[in-house]
């Protein structure tokens, strides 16, 4: 246990990002050594990159020379009900063992972290007290895999308590103010090493939710009338390829147009500038158009140099814009914003925006596998270098039949199989010959899969028959209803708008997803 009238052990802090092999030093590291609980709780913003929230937070200890050095780390959010707290954090703690050991060092130790605002009428005291009993599921699983917990922090409205003090009268019943953000030695580190801290989860995963504004229901009129010429196209096979270089044109000239727009100051201008930049119309023809997973796989070439940034742009404005029951089709442009993020070096965006996209599709398989990779510190290399081989091979193609010939040369597993190996393919849809889609115009029926499961292809438009219909979005309308489908109700009236599905919480299988750099 730890006496917070003494000097703690030392951490030394030479890997704040993660990102190199643990066992290894870099001549460029920054080292900064943490000698106390407030040093470790003002630490944790800059072992993350960002704010966490409502979160269980647990990072590994690797013992060098007597010093603890920081080494993999994890979150997942806190579970609302306390029946799910052991399940949760058997997830946390086997998932961080197993990755840290994957890079070739078992924990030794664990810094533990609790992260939660007071509800109405609880104080951060109380928060503390009621984690506790988390806190204790926490020590006990790290020490029945041999890496006991040193140190395990709450903070909550603005101060820290820590579970790990023994001495009475050592620490504040009513908890330690947190300092001041930017004002410490590990503060003054970051900055020179060029770590930024980005704000919370919640601002991160604002710029990827659909649109709630007066704009959201123009957006699904032009998702309706995109769908109802666009889909019988993608569904007829002579139709589809030239429905697929459509996309991508249209694509590519808003990538240059983003990218020739006059730059602004701020995540949230930086967005609205964007979402003007893009027509109704457009969003609408990109967001049905990349549902097909061949074209998907084509737009994931624009992933690096000049063309990432605008790229990236284009896709989180494609996120915003599935509203309503489009909610699922958000599953495209979250997975190709999460590959862009991830193969740019953003790993924190990467991971927000696949779970989001495993939130919006929980059976999309390009998603789930980049997660995994991201989580695991894959390096995406060998995922671009395969996208770079099928555009050098699309470039040099010169007469239409060696296109489709290289068209079906990349099955719309060709992302899966850079991620996962050899084999995945086989386990993905297996008819990429025939229209990958759902049919009989229901737009949310599931489709037949060859195997195990596959990103889904093409979904229709709502049609008027049976459907089911996702969290928060209209009423479908009966056969026989007006022409419109789904956009009113049975006695004519619009249906209104209900708020749009968490894409930040499910993930494939039912599972968590957790967030880490193990």
């Given at each position: 246990?730890?006496?917070?009238?003494?000097?703690?052990?030392?951490?030394?802090?030479?890997?704040?990002?993660?990102?190199?092999?643990?066992?290894?030093?870099?001549?460029?590291?920054t080292?900064?050594?943490?000698?106390?609980?407030?040093?470790?709780?003002?630490?944790?913003?800059?072992?993350?990159?960002?704010?966490?929230e409502?979160?269980?937070v647990?990072?590994?200890?690797?013992?060098?020379?007597?010093?603890?050095?920081?080494g993999?780390?994890?979150?997942?959010?806190?579970?609302?009900h306390?029946?799910?707290?052991?399940?949760?954090?058997?997830?946390?703690?086997?998932?961080?063992?197993?990755?840290?050991?994957?890079?070739g060092?078992?924990?030794?130790?664990?810094?533990?972290?609790?992260?939660?605002?007071?509800?109405?009428?609880?104080?951060?005291?109380?928060?503390?007290?009621?984690?506790?009993?988390?806190?204790?599921?926490?020590?006990?699983?790290?020490?029945?895999?041999?890496?006991?917990?040193?140190?395990?922090?709450?903070?909550?409205?603005?101060?820290?308590?820590?579970?790990?003090?023994?001495?009475?009268?050592?620490?504040?019943?009513?908890?330690?103010?947190m300092?001041?953000?930017?004002?410490?030695?590990?503060?003054?580190?970051?900055?020179?090493?060029?770590?930024?801290?980005?704000?919370?989860l919640?601002?991160?995963?604002?710029?990827?939710?659909?649109?709630?504004t007066?704009?959201?229901?123009?957006?699904?009129?032009?998702?309706?009338?995109?769908?109802?010429?666009?889909?019988?196209?993608?569904?007829?096979d002579?139709?589809?390829?030239?429905?697929?270089?459509?996309?991508?044109?249209?694509?590519?000239?808003?990538i240059?147009?983003?990218?020739?727009?006059?730059p602004?100051?701020?995540?949230?201008?930086?967005d609205?500038?964007?979402?003007?930049?893009?027509?109704?119309?457009?969003?609408?023809?990109?967001?049905?158009?990349?549902?097909?997973?061949?074209?998907?796989?084509?737009?994931?070439a624009?992933?690096?140099?000049?063309?990432?940034?605008?790229?990236?742009?284009?896709?989180?404005?494609?996120?915003?814009?599935?509203?309503?029951?489009?909610?699922?089709?958000?599953?495209?442009?979250?997975?190709?914003?999460?590959?862009?993020?991830?193969?740019?070096?953003?790993?924190?965006?990467?991971?927000?925006?696949?779970?989001?996209?495993?939130?919006?599709?929980?059976?999309?398989?390009?998603?789930?596998?980049?997660?995994?990779?991201?989580?695991?510190?894959?390096?995406?290399?060998?995922?671009?270098?395969?996208?770079?081989?099928?555009?050098?091979?699309?470039?040099?193609?010169?007469?239409?039949?060696?296109?489709?010939?290289?068209?079906?040369?990349?099955?719309?597993?060709?992302?899966?199989?850079?991620?996962?190996?050899?084999?995945?393919?086989?386990?993905?849809?297996?008819?990429?010959?025939?229209?990958?889609?759902?049919?009989?115009?229901?737009?949310?029926?599931?489709?037949?899969?060859?195997?195990?499961?596959?990103?889904?292809g093409?979904?229709?438009?709502?049609?008027?028959?049976?459907?089911?219909?996702?969290t928060?979005?209209?009423?479908?309308?009966?056969?026989?209803?007006?022409?419109?489908p789904?956009?009113?109700?049975?006695?004519?009236?619009?249906?209104?708008t209900?708020?749009?599905?968490?894409?930040?919480?499910?993930?494939?299988?039912?599972?968590?997803?957790?967030?880490?750099?193990?």
């Amino acid at each position: 246990m730890t006496n917070h009238s003494e000097t703690a052990g030392p951490f030394e802090n030479g890997d704040i990002t993660g990102r190199e092999p643990l066992n290894e030093q870099s001549a460029h590291d920054t080292q900064v050594t943490l000698r106390s609980p407030a040093e470790l709780a003002d630490a944790l913003p800059y072992l993350l990159g960002y704010r966490p929230e409502d979160s269980i937070v647990l990072v590994a200890l690797h013992d060098r020379e007597g010093r603890g050095r920081f080494g993999g780390r994890a979150r997942l959010g806190i579970p609302a009900h306390t029946e799910d707290w052991e399940e949760a954090v058997q997830q946390l703690v086997r998932g961080l063992v197993t990755s840290s050991e994957r890079r070739g060092r078992r924990p030794e130790q664990m810094v533990a972290y609790v992260c939660q605002e007071p509800g109405r009428g609880e104080t951060g005291r109380d928060v503390m007290l009621r984690l506790e009993p988390l806190i204790a599921q926490l020590r006990a699983e790290c020490g029945d895999l041999d890496a006991p917990v040193v140190e395990a922090l709450c903070i909550s409205d603005g101060r820290f308590w820590s579970y790990s003090c023994a001495v009475a009268g050592c620490c504040p019943a009513d908890g330690t103010p947190m300092g001041l953000p930017g004002t410490s030695v590990l503060a003054a580190a970051a900055t020179y090493a060029g770590i930024q801290v980005r704000g919370t989860l919640r601002e991160l995963r604002a710029r990827l939710l659909p649109w709630e504004t007066s704009a959201a229901l123009a957006q699904e009129v032009a998702l309706d009338a995109a769908g109802m010429s666009l889909v019988p196209r993608i569904l007829d096979d002579t139709a589809r390829q030239s429905v697929a270089d459509e996309t991508l044109d249209l694509a590519e000239r808003i990538i240059r147009r983003f990218a020739a727009a006059a730059p602004v100051s701020g995540t949230h201008p930086a967005d609205l500038r964007d979402d003007a930049l893009l027509t109704h119309d457009e969003g609408a023809t990109l967001i049905l158009g990349l549902q097909d997973r061949t074209t998907r796989d084509r737009a994931a070439a624009w992933m690096e140099g000049d063309e990432a940034g605008p790229a990236l742009r284009l896709w989180r404005a494609l996120a915003r814009r599935c509203v309503g029951p489009y909610g699922e089709h958000a599953a495209a442009p979250l997975t190709l914003a999460g590959w862009v993020a991830w193969s740019t070096g953003d790993e924190l965006e990467a991971r927000e925006a696949l779970a989001m996209a495993l939130g919006a599709d929980p059976d999309y398989l390009f998603a789930r596998l980049l997660h995994q990779a991201c989580n695991e510190g894959l390096d995406p290399e060998s995922v671009r270098r395969c996208l770079r081989a099928e555009r050098a091979g699309r470039a040099g193609t010169d007469t239409l039949e060696q296109a489709d010939a290289a068209a079906e040369a990349t099955p719309g597993a060709l992302s899966e199989t850079a991620v996962a190996g050899p084999g995945a393919a086989a386990r993905t849809d297996g008819r990429h010959g025939e229209p990958a889609s759902r049919t009989g115009g229901s737009r949310r029926r599931r489709r037949p899969r060859a195997a195990e499961g596959g990103d889904r292809g093409p979904r229709p438009p709502r049609g008027e028959d049976t459907r089911r219909r996702s969290t928060g979005s209209h009423p479908g309308s009966t056969a026989g209803g007006p022409s419109r489908p789904g956009g009113t109700k049975p006695d004519g009236k619009r249906a209104p708008t209900g708020g749009s599905p968490s894409r930040g919480t499910a993930a494939a299988g039912g599972r968590r997803e957790t967030e880490g750099d193990g």
